[in-house]
């Protein structure tokens, strides 16, 4: 009987993890209601009703907002768009880190030396201070063009794109880090030195010796860096400065929730539910990306 792969053996202890596998479940029930419940709830998450702040009932299981509409349609609405966000903007920065740290370890030298110093000097910025510059310049250029030149649907699009190139581009720095230690490492096998000499091309090599050995660890950083930009995001959108009304997210939504808490009456449903569904997003995903490290450790395999 053959030995299992390493990559089998990864998926054999990441079953072994309940923690990684129950948040995985968590993740991909989280996903499919976000995709279906505007089929399964008979209230859409932008229809205004009549009875506004309704408290939790059988009806509207997580009450209503301040123009009557199901919370529980916005919760779901705002998690689809966070998820999204999150993705996106994780796939921005895995396309930018993955080919800066691959160019930076395998061609070294002088370039490598100054794009990882580059990466120093970015380091040091405060990257969410560049984020929140970005989106105020853009929402003030796009709410003077709205006014006669722009749709307001181009106007919403225009503001998707800057916060997904915003985000990605202010996450790969880690990210390209991993990658041009791995590529540094990998450089020196003796199997990518046997293929250079046989006459195959860098680009040959770089993409069938090199990244593919590198996919476990930038998985792994890809899963924590999902989390971190829903987090940033949903800050963005706190300090109103992400997705806009009347688009929503779990940020957003949770904002909209503390404006209307006064001390006369407490909405806390409109804060609540918002708040916990992004906690319990965030926490499935470090859970899910430490389940993934583990697994996909090589340690475990010289220890077993």
Known sequence: MPAPSPNQRAWQRFRQNPVALGSSGFLLALVALTVLWPWLSPYPPDAMGETQFAAPSLQHWFGTDVHGRDLLARVFYGARISLLVGMVGAGVSLVIGMLWGAVAGYVGGRWDAVMMRTVDVLYALPSIIFVIVLMSTLN????????????????????????????????WLTMARVVRG???????????????????SHLHVLRRHILPNVMGIVIVYLALTVPAVILYESFLSYLGLGIQPPQASLGSLIAEGARHINPVRIYWWLVVFPAATLALALLALNFLADGLREAMDPRADQEG
């Open 140 to 171: 003030g250029v796009l709410d003077r063009l709205e006014a006669g030149t722009i749709s307001p649907e181009m106007s919403r699009l225009v503001q998707f794109v800057g916060l997904f190139g915003g985000l990605g581009a202010v996450s």
């Open 182 to 200: 791995q590529v540094l490492s990998l450089r020196a096998r003796p199997f990518v030195e046997a293929s250079l000499t046989l006459g195959a």
